[in-house]
């Protein structure tokens, strides 16, 4: 009894996960099978997530950026973060004179 509606759960969990668009880059990523994702161009045309990554979400994302390779793509993507949040930071509390 419980098996069955827990499957039911997880079939509209899956489909709600089924597909997500970037609206930075115009990219729409779809789910792999082994849990992985690719994605398409506003082309149409499939490309990895690590190049859209080093072209457009890195250097140009923000938060609104879908690729779920955008912080985990190089070393670097570490410390762009931490300089993104340091930014953040002297926005709040002011720059010092
Ligand atoms: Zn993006």
Same mark, same amino acid.
Request: hydrophobic content about 25%; aromatic content about 10%; overall charge negative.
């Given at each position: 009894?419980?098996?069955?509606?827990?499957?039911?759960?997880?079939?509209?969990? $899956?489909?709600? =996960?089924?597909? &997500?668009? !970037?609206?930075?880059? /115009?990219?729409?990523?779809?789910? *792999?099978?082994?849990?992985?994702?690719?994605?398409?161009?506003?082309?149409?045309?499939?490309?990895? $997530?690590?190049? =859209?990554?080093? &072209?457009? !979400?890195?250097?140009? /994302?923000?938060?609104?950026?879908? *690729?779920?390779?955008?912080?985990?793509?190089?070393?670097?993507?570490?410390?762009?973060?931490?300089?993104?949040?340091?930014?953040?930071?002297?926005?709040?509390?002011?720059?010092?004179?």
């Amino acid at each position: 009894m419980m098996s069955e509606s827990s499957n039911e759960s997880s079939s509209k969990e $899956l489909s709600s =996960l089924q597909c &997500l668009k !970037c609206n930075k880059c /115009g990219a729409t990523f779809y789910p *792999n099978q082994d849990g992985t994702m690719h994605f398409r161009w506003s082309t149409g045309a499939p490309g990895k $997530l690590e190049d =859209l990554a080093s &072209l457009v !979400c890195q250097p140009y /994302g923000n938060d609104e950026c879908q *690729n779920p390779e955008r912080f985990t793509y190089n070393a670097n993507a570490d410390s762009w973060q931490k300089r993104r949040e340091f930014i953040d930071r002297q926005k709040i509390e002011g720059w010092p004179d």
